[in-house]
């Protein structure tokens, strides 16, 4: 499982992460938009959304690639606009462990995990604790905005 979770002027985009043949993701429909403030309704869309998990979707080439889905939701045209003031982590499960990385864009426009901002959970984690988690750093973000 892998989620991106957006964070832009206080509001938190999940987009669903769809998986291409190659092991991809790219961002599809269903979308939530919710405030970061809104601890309740946070914790309900990120349960949903890590329940969905990853549809597998059609592998594109580059530049066959859709607008990000996101725009629509946040009100901008570009995604350079949506980046700006934006912070991006992930939340991935392989084997039953969880992970939380803080994303940083690179030189090359790609967006990586940063290390020394990598949480890795201990085996037996389980998902409301992980949801937990990522809805305090998520706040937390907000409030240092």
Do not use: H
């Not at 964070?7 to 769809?18: E, H, N, S």
């Not at 403030?37 to 690639?65: C, F, H, K, Y």
């Amino acid at each position: 499982m892998y989620c991106d979770l957006c964070l832009r002027k206080a509001t938190v985009y999940l987009p669903t992460m769809g998986r291409m043949d190659k092991g991809f993701y790219r961002g599809v429909e269903p979308v939530a938009a919710v405030s970061a403030s809104n601890t309740n309704a946070l914790r309900q869309t990120l349960a949903e959304t890590i329940a969905r998990g990853n549809p597998d979707v059609p592998m594109l080439r580059r530049r066959e690639w859709p607008p990000p889905v996101v725009l629509k939701y946040a009100g901008v045209k570009s995604w350079s606009a949506f980046e700006r003031g934006m912070r991006l982590w992930s939340i991935s499960e392989k084997n039953g462990n969880f992970q939380i990385a803080e994303q940083e864009k690179q030189p090359n426009g790609m967006w990586r995990g940063k290390p020394a901002q990598t949480i890795a959970f201990p085996p037996g984690t389980t998902t409301d604790d992980v949801i937990e988690r990522m809805i305090a750093i998520v706040q937390e973000a907000t409030r240092q905005q």
